[in-house]
């Protein structure tokens, strides 16, 4: 199915997660008989409404039970659904990794995570509410297919995928409302594979999430300056696409990864440990937060206290750059 650039802008003023619910979910439920919607408690503000009104035998609200729902998540996948699970990504990947680890990637289950507020989107609401070292927990646990879109487009596309493949996903969902586009015209979404975004020819800039478009505008402002930076969008942090990131490693003089998440066990690092089998690769710079947790406020503040501002990824990439010179 293709979409128009109007229905991508109506996306992207749904955010995320409305996208992804509000759209995708209903077109799953319409194909497929065997689907089953969970949530723990998050029907109003995932946008859930529309779903559970048209489909109220293939959704369930568990209530504030996570762990819970998990479980009840499995024995549903088990039982031959296709299953969507979904609360707040600290949720799912703090409160509820030992059932992740036990049900879905050890038994491998056709469970679909989608872990909404990740990063600092719930920013005002505090590190409670956080998800800034998900990708960490949840990409050392075996068989999970781990996804982080960029946009509502990319959101919608990566449900459609998970949809029509068996076992265990994570679905990472970082942008509110009016989520910023970065697809503004369809695409065909391929998991496991970097997308190029922006040519450039000195600095390969590897990021994800809402990192991305943030990234496209450093990457601009860079090229003013006379840094050509190339952007590529990582929307599966696992399965790594590693011949992606051989020829990145082959062309570019300095690599730089942006992610709204802890730089320990994250994006940057699992580019890092690919990085670490070959020989003669570019040194590679990570943004994120660093080891620390900043002061709750708007998204935005928070992004200030950790420098990934587009303002702030351009002085540090220009810095590195000066250092390669």
């Not at 109007?6 to 689907?35: C, N, S, T, Y």
């Not at 036990?102 to 956080?130: D, E």
């Not at 997308?195 to 600095?203: F, I, P, Q, S, Y």
């Not at 947790?293 to 990439?317: N, S």
Request: aromatic residues 8%; charged residues 20%.
């Amino acid at each position: 199915m293709k979409y128009t650039p109007a229905k991508i802008k109506m996306w992207a003023r749904m955010g995320q997660r409305g996208a992804l619910f509000g759209v995708a979910m209903p077109d799953i439920a319409e194909r497929k008989d065997h689907v089953k919607l969970l949530t723990a408690d998050l029907t109003l503000l995932s946008g859930m409404e529309r779903y559970a009104k048209k489909y109220p035998d293939k959704f369930l609200n568990v209530g504030i039970a996570e762990q819970n729902m998990i479980g009840v998540a499995a024995g549903l996948a088990m039982d031959g659904y296709c299953v969507f699970a979904s609360t707040y990504a600290s949720f799912i990947a703090v409160r509820s990794l030992e059932q992740v680890r036990q049900n879905l990637a050890h038994m491998r289950c056709n469970v679909k995570l989608v872990g909404s507020s990740a990063g600092t989107a719930s920013a005002k609401s505090g590190i409670s509410h956080w998800a800034t070292e998900d990708l960490a927990f949840i990409r050392a646990l075996p068989n999970l297919t781990v996804l982080s879109p960029a946009d509502s487009l990319e959101a919608v596309k990566a449900a459609e995928w998970a949809a029509d493949m068996e076992g265990p996903v994570y679905i990472r969902l970082s942008g509110g409302l009016s989520c910023p586009i970065v697809y503004k015209e369809d695409y065909d979404f391929v998991p496991g594979k970097l997308v190029e975004l922006r040519a450039g020819e000195e600095v390969a800039v590897i990021t994800t999430g809402l990192m991305v478009s943030e990234s496209l505008q450093a990457a601009a402002l860079l090229e003013e300056r006379g840094i050509s930076c190339a952007v590529y969008n990582m929307h599966t942090i696992k399965p790594i696409d590693k011949e992606g990131l051989r020829e990145i490693f082959a062309r570019f003089r300095l690599v730089v990864t942006v992610e709204e998440h802890m730089v320990t066990g994250g994006l940057g690092s699992a580019v890092a440990e690919f990085k670490a089998t070959l020989p003669n690769t570019p040194r590679q710079v990570f943004l994120g937060f660093q080891d620390a947790f900043c002061e709750a406020g708007t998204q935005r503040y928070v992004w200030e206290q950790a420098g990934l501002t587009d303002a702030q990824i351009v002085e540090h990439i220009q810095k590195e750059w000066e250092r390669e010179a």
